[in-house]
């Protein structure tokens, strides 16, 4: 390695965090990712927010739809309070650096860790074969978008939490390797009750954006009566809400909804349950709906006028992108010189 390389030990906190347009926001991205950007954009620690489109190819994406919920992300991003002045807003290929640190930590990341990412797995099922090398490496490009920024916090939900492991492990190896302190150890930021939001029609499976039942989840663009009726089916079982936590044991479904609505109000579960405890589901899920419409009525109509605007978006995306190269590019380079290619 060059002597000349600048490394850096003290690392300046920043937040990086992202959302794949691979479909509409449900209220799982909205609970365990956005409402968390939002809580930090606040801080005072600069926040870069990412509409991480090279993720959503990783399966096949009609163009036109992705760029549509390209659009709908960060018009989701907008609604819910993340202001383009305060944070770097941006979608990921407009900085190409992002595809550059991701090769290189293809190269510093090993077969053998990403065979243990459980979500890869999950996701390829019996089909692993059939699915795009894209999918099997993407935690290896997710390490670098973390780290072309030097981030040092990412709120994401539970299911992403290996993700960021694996980020603090290709930042170690790298190090390790090149004998420099380059990038941060980044600690994953998972709070609240919203961190794993469940299917409505199964507790056991989380609530995704591409899974094939509309009814599983409640999509940020839903309607009042769509997002009743939703919750009104939610698969539930016939005993009444618990007081305490120990009661929603082995009631993956009961234990969800609840979950939901603490989250809603940026409550815990153990501030809610006095509250609720006792209710049969035929009083609590009415209740549950109007917090959810009320809540999340104002975002979707934000969402919807923000998306009769494209050009607006569009503009956003491309100055928060021109804000992101100007971090990324340096961190790049001197990523480049250390690793000993010429240019
Ligand atoms: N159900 C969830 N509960 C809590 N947090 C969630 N997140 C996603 N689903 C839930 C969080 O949202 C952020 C963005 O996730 P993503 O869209 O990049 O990827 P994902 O986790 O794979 O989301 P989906 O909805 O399941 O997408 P598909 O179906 O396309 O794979 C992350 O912080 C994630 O934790």
Redesign the pocket.
């Known amino acids: 390695m060059s002597d000349e390389v600048q490394t850096q030990s003290a690392f300046t906190p920043r937040v990086f965090?992202?959302?794949?347009?691979?479909?509409g926001?449900?209220?799982?991205?909205y609970?365990?990712?956005?409402k968390?950007f939002v809580d930090m954009q606040g801080s005072g620690i600069e926040t870069i927010y990412c509409v991480?489109d090279m993720?959503?190819i990783t399966?096949w994406q009609d163009p036109s739809e992705l760029r549509r919920a390209t659009r709908e992300?960060a018009a989701g991003y907008i609604a819910s309070g993340l202001d383009p002045e305060q944070s770097i807003l941006f979608n990921q290929s407009q900085v190409s650096a992002h595809a550059e640190l991701g090769w290189i930590f293809n190269c510093v990341a090993r077969v053998g860790w990403m065979n243990r990412m459980t979500?890869f797995k999950e996701?390829a099922g019996k089909n692993a074969e059939k699915q795009s090398l894209g999918l099997y490496a993407y935690p290896s490009l997710m390490a670098a978008d973390i780290l072309l920024y030097h981030a040092t916090q990412?709120?994401?939900?539970?299911?992403?939490?290996q993700h960021v492991e694996l980020t603090r492990d290709i930042a170690a190896k790298f190090n390790h390797d090149y004998k420099v302190d380059f990038f941060p150890e980044t600690e994953p930021v998972?709070q609240g009750a919203?961190?794993?939001?469940?299917?409505l029609r199964d507790g056991t499976s989380?609530?995704?954006?591409?899974?094939v039942s509309d009814a599983s989840?409640i999509n940020m663009t839903d309607d009042a009566d769509k997002i009743a009726k939703k919750i009104r089916k939610a698969k539930t079982d016939p005993d009444a809400l618990p007081s305490e936590a120990a009661g929603l044991e082995g009631r993956a479904e009961a234990r969800n909804l609840v979950n939901i609505y603490a989250s809603l109000q940026g409550k815990t579960l153990e501030e809610v349950l006095p509250e609720v405890g006792g209710m049969q589901f035929g009083t609590f899920k009415p209740m549950l709906a109007d917090l959810a419409v009320d809540k999340l009525a104002p975002i979707s109509t934000e969402m919807a006028r923000l998306m009769d605007q494209p050009d607006e978006i569009d503009a956003i995306l491309i100055k928060g992108a021109e804000k992101a190269r100007e971090i990324a590019q340096p961190i790049l380079e001197r990523t480049y010189d250390i690793v000993g290619m010429l240019r």
Do not use: Y
């Not at 926001?25 to 991205?29: A, Q």
């Not at 919203?194 to 299917?199: K, L, V, Y």
């Not at 989380?206 to 899974?211: C, F, L, T």
């Open positions: 965090s992202g959302i794949k347009p691979s479909g926001l449900t209220l799982g991205n609970l365990g990712a956005i968390r991480v993720h959503a399966v992300i979500q996701k990412v709120p994401v939900g539970e299911d992403q939490k998972i919203g961190t794993r939001i469940m299917s989380k609530m995704s954006k591409s899974d989840r």
